[in-house]
């Protein structure tokens, strides 16, 4: 399961009773992005909670595809959010706060903690196959990476 399908929407029961509508809590899912991101019910928000909603969709919806916010790009963007959190320094919990902050969203710490071993697992392997294959250059970016998160 990706991450993306464990970050939820904070304060679900509160943004569905201001929008009178109910939603998923999963905030990469295909109904809850429709409902949050319809122009009517962004004026139904709150002042506060319409201005982190706004955020997310321009950080991460920003995207010219047709089949937009469907189309796999604000998962990706949301991925490189949470690797470039930890790259700073910031552990799981501190990323759990960040994104609370930042966008209203929440995720279980294990969770995160499990989604960047997961991702120090992936480089070390493609940094493994790279030096198999020769392509010291891209082992090298992989293991920088990996250090990064480290």
Not at 19 to 28: D, H, I, V
Not at 133 to 150: M, N, Q
């Amino acid at each position: 399961m990706a991450i993306t399908d464990k970050i939820y929407v904070k304060n679900h029961q509160q943004l569905a009773s201001q929008l009178e509508t109910s939603f998923p809590k999963s905030a990469f899912s295909g109904a809850a992005m429709d409902v949050l991101f319809r122009g009517e019910n962004l004026a139904k928000l709150d002042d506060a909670t319409r201005d982190r909603v706004l955020d997310f969709a321009e950080d991460f919806m920003d995207c010219d595809c047709e089949a937009n916010p469907h189309c796999g790009h604000p998962e990706e963007k949301f991925v490189r959010y949470l690797l470039e959190l930890r790259e700073s320094g910031l552990g799981p919990d501190a990323i759990v706060d960040v994104m609370g902050d930042d966008y209203m969203l929440y995720a279980y710490p294990g969770d995160v903690l499990s989604f960047l071993d997961d991702s120090v697992r992936t480089l070390e392997a493609v940094e493994t196959l790279a030096d198999v294959d020769g392509r010291g250059d891209v082992a090298g970016e992989a293991r920088e990476k990996r250090e990064r998160l480290l």
